[in-house]
């Protein structure tokens, strides 16, 4: 698991950065590490459509899991598997992605990743 495998861990925070600095295999594995965050969210987006949960629960939980696809690396990924996904839920995705992402910046991202952000860093709040 990513938790507790150091190199899984590092070819995802790699792969956020940007594709072209993982190998093939690497490439592979960095996909299948963020397929499940788009996964849950296309499930929890039928859910709402099939009234069985809430809009602002799937809202929080949606925000969360894509803000990986504001890094270089989850805009790769999407550009490539956006058609795999259902077509209503991936147009949710582009309406999401085509917003003011602002505090959401790269810079701010991987910072928060490496774990260099600081409360004093108003680059990284």
């Excluded at 925070?13 to 299948?32: D, Y």
């Amino acid at each position: 698991s990513i938790v507790s495998n150091e190199d899984v861990a590092d070819i995802f925070n790699r792969g956020l950065q940007g594709m072209a600095g993982l190998n093939e295999a690497e490439r592979t594995r960095f996909s299948f590490l963020l397929a499940p965050f788009l996964g849950h969210s296309q499930l929890e987006y039928k859910e709402v459509a099939d009234g069985l949960r809430s809009r602002a629960d799937y809202e929080r939980n949606f925000a969360a899991r894509m803000r990986f696809l504001l890094t270089p690396g989850g805009t790769e990924f999407w550009e490539v598997q956006r058609t795999t996904y259902d077509p209503d839920f991936s147009a949710e995705v582009d309406a999401w992605l085509a917003r003011d992402h602002t505090e959401h910046t790269y810079h701010r991202q991987m910072s928060r990743i490496a774990g260099t952000a600081t409360d004093n860093d108003p680059t990284t709040r």
